[in-house]
């Protein structure tokens, strides 16, 4: 199984955002993770399309947007016009989530649906079949640095339970509080796919995190 890596580059240094996009592309890493906030479902403003044009510009691997917006229907489609690969909206914010899925398929794009940690997974038994990823948030969504939250670990047994027989083929990706002292743990839960921040970034070779990080997934896979 391929485990992937998505650094997210909220925590990247914008004052040197090219160096660190080129740190990405020449890294292990498998994809950019975009998390894309309003200060309405989170509270949080991080950047919306003019940041994702510059990234695209220079990014040689696949852009993992996650969406912390309200209303995100209005923008997928502008999300996919700016080099999306993949668009993650949350349950909590979607009225029609099986509408907003369709709707990020039919613009090009894979499609992923977050939950936050009060919301349990077997909420979308329903749509599961329709997803390309599930987004297991292990922090609360809105800020970086927060405590990973162990609940977490049984969301992801149960996803994986939901989608066994059904959507064997689906990403469970997992955001916040991931690093070396947890990655292991995660993939025996189930995960496939982190995202890490501060835990890349905040370290002073990130590419070689990245590169451990790597290892670490690969070598927990249980036999």
Not at 29 to 44: E, K, L, R, S
Not at 68 to 95: L, N, S, W
Not at 183 to 207: C, D, K, R, S
Request: glycine residues 8%; charged residues 20%.
């Amino acid at each position: 199984m391929e485990y992937i890596i998505a650094p997210s580059i909220l925590s990247a240094d914008f004052g040197n955002l090219q160096r660190d996009i080129e740190m990405i592309n020449y890294s292990e890493a498998d994809w950019f993770h975009v998390d894309v906030m309003d200060g309405v479902f989170v509270p949080n403003i991080s950047f919306g399309f003019p940041v994702m044009a510059a990234v695209k510009k220079h990014a040689s691997k696949p852009l993992d947007v996650h969406l912390m917006i309200v209303e995100p229907d209005q923008y997928i489609a502008d999300f996919a016009k700016a080099g999306a690969d993949r668009i993650t909206v949350h349950y909590e914010a979607c009225t029609h989530l099986h509408r907003s899925i369709q709707l990020i398929k039919s613009s090009g794009c894979k499609a992923g649906v977050a939950l936050n940690p009060h919301t349990p997974v077997a909420l979308l038994q329903d749509v599961i079949s329709d997803l390309d990823l599930v987004l297991i948030m292990s922090v609360n969504p809105g800020f970086g640095g927060q405590q990973f939250i162990h609940n977490t670990y049984k969301k992801i047994n149960d996803l994986k339970r939901m989608i066994d027989g059904v959507n064997e083929d689906l990403i469970i990706e997992v955001d916040g509080g991931v690093g070396l002292q947890n990655i292991g743990a995660l993939v025996q839960a189930g995960a496939n796919a982190f995202v890490a921040g501060n835990a890349i970034f905040g370290t002073e070779n990130p590419a070689e995190t990245i590169s451990q990080m790597k290892g670490s997934a690969t070598k927990s896979i249980t036999i």
